[in-house]
């Protein structure tokens, strides 16, 4: 099994002399560390310690030659199952906040996908300050987890909250992290995504505005929670992440053939495309020319397409099944009557006449509904939600009491 690799980085704080015992602290869990030291942080710890104690070099250059292609930050974002800054100083947390780039730690932070955890650090009168406390809701909003601070004596003489929390609490609250974000290990899952395409003739299809990338981003995230993922797509301009296994289709047929493909031994089905509804009733084989066949006006005669949704709900030894929708409004109610009428475990909602969150966004809202009750998550990143998806599907899998949607 893959070692869990962990980016540590070390803030300009008094409680960075703590740095090297939580770097052997992961280490002693199996986790593969490499520190990444910011320029502050090594007036108060050397490189040389945290190189020896973490077995690997010590990285706080956005310039490093040496690097992967010359782009350090790059490198380490990808390398990184999770990326924890212990301590995190209020400067720090406020170029995180405002997504500065401008040394090596801010711009992994940037351009990573792992979880975060801060361990902030500071004093009392600084951790209580508005912009401070306004900084953490940001990076709260963001998706960063926070571990403490603790209340207690400061190095300053201070007594109050801004201690930073006990290597070995940081690693507890890491563990527990890790073991949810490994929450889909060994399911089977599988994700369709992108829009179909119902040709008319050889050079024209209906079709819809779906880009693909929130389902793209729902396979990446279950495969980073460790399940095995095929990913279905209909016609899209996207890449699947490494160890995703991928059939591409065109049409709302292929798309239900292939789910029947590989159903059976699926655990998870999150069906995220947005097929087709209906299709042309024939399909000419040669262009349909306007002026020969149109007289001003052409008139569509168009079936419905199967449900896949449906069929798979019928099967008997059914997986979880996950439906999703894209609506223009009253999105909560539609979104409920859906989850009855297609006897889903759950429904993923968005509004799309919301331009910010719609089909080309990168981010986006949701609301997942349930039989056990309604979570929204808020605006961000496709990625962060499809991570926030994946998490609750999992959980809400576990209470299930039905057939295959039961893991015991
Ligand atoms: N879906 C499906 N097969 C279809 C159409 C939709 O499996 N032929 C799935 C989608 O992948 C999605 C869910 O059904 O998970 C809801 O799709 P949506 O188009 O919103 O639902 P419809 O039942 O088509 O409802 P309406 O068009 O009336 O909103």
């Given at each position: 099994m893959q070692q869990v690799q962990v980016v540590l980085g070390v803030g300009g704080g008094i409680a960075a002399y703590k740095s090297p015992d939580l770097v052997r602290k992961f280490i002693a869990r199996g986790r593969d560390v490499t520190v990444v030291l910011t320029d502050a942080g090594s007036k108060f710890v050397t490189t040389h310690t945290l190189s020896a104690v973490s077995g690997n070099q010590v990285r706080n250059d956005l310039w490093d030659e040496q690097a992967e292609r010359a782009m350090g930050h790059i490198e380490l974002a990808r390398w990184a199952n999770l990326l924890v800054i212990a301590p995190g100083t209020a400067d720090l947390l406020a170029r995180l906040a405002h997504g500065h780039a401008n040394d090596l730690l801010s711009t992994v932070y940037l351009a990573t996908e792992a979880p975060v955890v801060i361990?902030?650090?500071?004093?009392q009168a600084m951790w209580r300050?508005?912009?401070?406390?306004?900084?953490?809701?940001?990076?709260?909003?963001d998706g960063v987890e926070f571990v403490g601070p603790e209340f207690g004596d400061q190095a300053c003489g201070d007594v109050g909250p801004g201690r930073m929390s006990e290597p070995e609490s940081i690693v507890e609250f890491c563990e527990s992290l890790l073991d949810q974000s490994q929450c889909m290990k060994g399911l089977?899952?599988?994700?369709?995504?992108?829009?179909?395409?119902?040709?008319?003739d050889p050079v024209r299809f209906v079709s819809n505005y779906s880009s693909g990338r929130q389902g793209f981003a729902v396979a990446r995230a279950a495969k980073q929670a460790g399940a095995n993922v095929t990913l279905i797509s209909g016609p899209v301009a996207l890449d699947a992440a490494p160890g995703i296994d991928r059939i591409d289709v065109q049409t709302a047929s292929e798309m239900k053939n292939a789910v029947l493909s590989v159903i059976s031994t699926c655990d998870v089905f999150f069906s995220v495309a947005a097929v087709a509804d209906y299709r042309p009733v024939s399909r000419k084989t040669q262009k349909i020319k306007k002026h020969l066949e149109c007289s001003g006006k052409l008139?569509?005669?168009?079936?419905?397409?199967d449900d896949?949704?449906?069929?798979?709900?019928?099967?008997s030894d059914r997986p979880f099944v996950v439906g999703f929708a894209a609506e223009t409004q009253k999105t909560i109610e539609y979104g409920r009557e859906k989850l009855q009428r297609?006897?889903?475990d759950a429904i993923v909602i968005n509004d799309v006449s919301d331009s910010t969150i719609g089909f080309e966004s990168t981010e986006n809202e949701v609301t997942i509904l349930s039989p056990q009750g309604r979570c929204t998550l808020h605006k961000?990143?496709?990625?962060?939600?499809?991570?926030?998806?994946?998490?609750?599907?999992?959980?809400?899998r576990t209470c299930q009491p039905s057939s295959k949607a039961n893991p015991s």
């Open positions: 361990a902030p650090a500071m004093n300050h508005k912009a401070n406390q306004r900084n953490i809701g940001r990076l709260r909003e089977n899952v599988v994700v369709t995504a992108g829009p179909t395409r119902e040709a008319l008139v569509l005669e168009l079936e419905e397409t896949i949704l449906t069929c798979v709900n019928e099967m297609k006897s889903l961000q990143s496709k990625d962060k939600i499809a991570q926030q998806i994946v998490t609750n599907i999992a959980s809400l």
